[in-house]
Structure formats: structure tokens, C-alpha cells
């Protein structure tokens, strides 16, 4: 008779905020440990729409950080303080673009490499620019995809029409309406992160389970580098969803390793104990399983939900429209 038995990594599974699907698959304790009620959640949006926009918050604050050549700590706080920001705050209140613009803005002081307000504004332009004209394309085949709003002429461009758009626009006159727009978004949410999460951001940049994987790897006699960079990776995926508030750093970087030397196949001891309880303690399984499969989900790029919140333009969820929902005056000006 075939095992029931869960392994440590269980594809199957997927129990972070957010998959309804298998809900019912999941263990009482991973149930408990489910954030069943977040202020989303309790002004009525669905787990899998939460999820939709907090992987499209992250995926702005990639990208920004990219493109401001922030170094991966500095993404790494964005990312914790987007996900607290949101543990605290609903998407029927604040829009994951102006959050993920005063993320950036505080983690970049939090980690002392400052960008200034210019630069982090047009950053954010561009990508707007980028996915606004992406509307309507085809998820499955482009980096840049379809949404849920259409925007005047983009879909009669052609890729190459489409990039030079981009690459054409002059930048916003800081003295124009548009800069003035953005601006006023990015110092009223930075003063909404700060009141909502006390002032207190300081402990942030330790907190990251990046900081441990070269720890664990040393001391576990790992010599590929290759399965160090893998497991960093799998650290960066794990900033994409809220296991940072959930979560210690220790059991994220447990998992990272635990998946790349899985793909790399090196077995790792598991007798007396298995390693992960030199770093973690006891009876930590279930919690290792669960960020294994976390963050297993969050790479599936077969996954159109994930593809379109990565990719595409999402319209916010606010009782009044953003400000640079389709509605808006930057939606009809961003060209």
C-alpha cells in the first residue's frame, strides 16, 4: 500500500495565501499558521485576488529595483515592508503602486543606498509606460502581457513600434502635471508605511534569510556554488509573498538549501536527525514544507495568474480609482 505519508517537498501542495484550491489538503497546522484574516480579506476580496496584487507589488519592486541598480538587500526590504505595510492595511485603501513607489523610497534609506525622489518617479514611469503598452498581448508568449483595461492604439502597434514608444517618451518636466501626480502619491504613502508600521524599520535589513544561506552553506561542507546561487534565488522568489512576516529567516533559508541541493542532487545528512534541526530545532517539518511549496508556487511561470501579475498592468482594487488606474489622468497622458 502506497505511502500518505507528505514528503518535506510536495509539489502538489501549495499552501500560502493564498490557493483556495487546496485549502482543503492542508494540515490543521498549516491551516492555523494561514493568515485567515487580513485586512483585505475582511473588506471582502478574495485569497487569490490578495495574491494576484501583492505578487504584482513585489514584481514592481523587482523591477524598480533593477532598473535603480538596488542591490538585493535593498530589494529584500521592500519586499518585508510591502508585505507588513499590507498585513496592516487593505488593498481597498492603498494601491500596490503607490505602496511599492514608498517601499523603495524607505528601503533604499533603510539600507543607506538613498535614490532620489526624481529618479525613483520616472523609474516607476517606465514601467507603467512598459505595461500600459503591453495591453492586450498575449501572457503565454510575451514578458509584458495582457490586463484587465485596454488603452487607446496599443493593440495596433507592433512589438518593435511598441518598444520604440518606450524608448522615445522624453522624461516627465518635473514641473508638469504628471510628475506632480506621482510625486504627491509617493510623500502620502511614505508617510502612511511610516505611521503604519510605527516608525520602527531600523531591524529590517537582518531579518533577511539571504543572510544565512552562506552561513548554512559553510557549515553544512557544500562546495558548488552553483547550489549557493540557486539557493539565493529561491530566497529572492521567497520576497514575492508574505512568508518574511510569517516566517523565520532560518526556515527560508533552510528551504532555499533544501530545494537547490534537491535539484542538484546532493544528499545531505538526515541521520541522527536531519540537518535543518542544527539550525531550526525540532519539529519544524511541516513549517519547512510549507515555504518549500510557497516558494515552489511563486516560480511557476506555466501559471497565467502568476505570468499576469509579473508581467502585465493590474488595475487596483480602491473604492475610488488610483491614480494611474485606467481612469485616471496618467492613464490618458502616459504616452
Not at 483556495?20 to 475582511?42: F, G, L
Not at 539600507?111 to 503565454?140: C, K, M, N
Not at 522624453?170 to 511614505?190: D, H, Q, T, V
Not at 541521520?271 to 511557476?300: K, M, Q, T, Y
Request: with cysteine; charged share 25%; hydrophobic share 35%.
Amino acid at each position: 500500500m502506497a505511502s500518505t505519508t507528505k514528503t518535506v517537498v510536495d509539489k502538489t501542495v501549495q499552501p500560502i495565501l493564498f490557493d483556495s484550491k487546496n485549502n482543503d489538503r492542508r494540515s490543521t497546522q498549516e491551516k492555523q499558521q494561514q493568515p485567515q484574516s487580513t485586512p483585505s480579506s475582511r473588506d471582502g476580496i478574495q485569497p487569490s485576488i490578495e495574491r494576484l496584487h501583492r505578487l504584482h507589488g513585489t514584481s514592481l519592486l523587482l523591477d524598480a529595483s533593477t532598473l535603480l541598480r538596488l542591490p538585493a538587500s535593498t530589494y529584500a526590504t521592500s519586499c518585508t515592508i510591502f508585505h507588513r505595510t499590507y498585513h496592516r492595511l487593505s488593498l481597498r485603501k492603498h494601491c500596490v503602486w503607490s505602496v511599492a513607489m514608498g517601499c523603495i523610497l524607505l528601503a533604499s534609506k533603510v539600507e543607506e543606498e538613498p535614490r532620489s525622489i526624481h529618479s525613483i518617479i520616472l523609474t516607476f514611469a517606465h514601467i507603467y509606460r512598459r505595461r500600459r503598452l503591453r495591453v492586450g498581448d498575449d501572457i503565454s508568449k510575451y514578458h509584458y502581457g495582457a490586463a484587465d483595461a485596454e488603452a487607446d492604439n496599443c493593440a495596433v502597434l507592433n512589438d518593435q513600434e511598441k518598444e520604440n514608444v518606450v524608448r522615445s517618451v522624453k522624461p516627465m518636466s518635473m514641473l508638469g502635471p504628471m510628475y506632480a501626480e506621482w510625486k504627491e502619491a509617493l510623500f502620502n504613502i511614505e508617510n502612511v508605511i511610516l505611521q503604519t508600521l510605527g516608525f520602527t524599520l531600523y531591524w529590517i535589513p537582518d531579518s533577511h534569510p539571504h543572510k544565512f544561506i552562506l552561513y548554512f552553506v559553510r557549515v553544512l561542507e557544500i562546495d558548488d556554488k552553483e547550489v549557493a546561487q540557486q539557493a539565493w534565488d529561491y530566497c529572492n522568489d521567497s520576497c514575492r509573498i508574505d512568508l518574511c512576516v510569517r516566517y523565520e529567516p532560518e526556515i527560508m533559508a533552510c528551504a532555499a538549501i533544501l530545494m537547490a541541493c534537491s535539484s542538484n542532487e546532493i544528499e545531505l545528512p538526515l541521520l541522527p536527525c536531519p540537518w535543518w534541526e542544527v539550525f531550526i530545532g525540532g519539529n519544524r517539518d511541516e513549517d519547512l514544507s510549507a515555504v518549500c511549496n510557497a516558494i515552489l508556487s511563486v516560480g511557476d511561470e506555466e501559471n497565467m495568474e502568476n505570468r499576469r501579475a509579473k508581467y502585465a498592468f493590474v488595475p487596483s482594487l480602491l473604492d475610488k480609482t488610483s491614480f494611474n488606474d485606467p481612469e485616471s489622468y496618467l492613464w490618458s497622458k502616459a504616452d
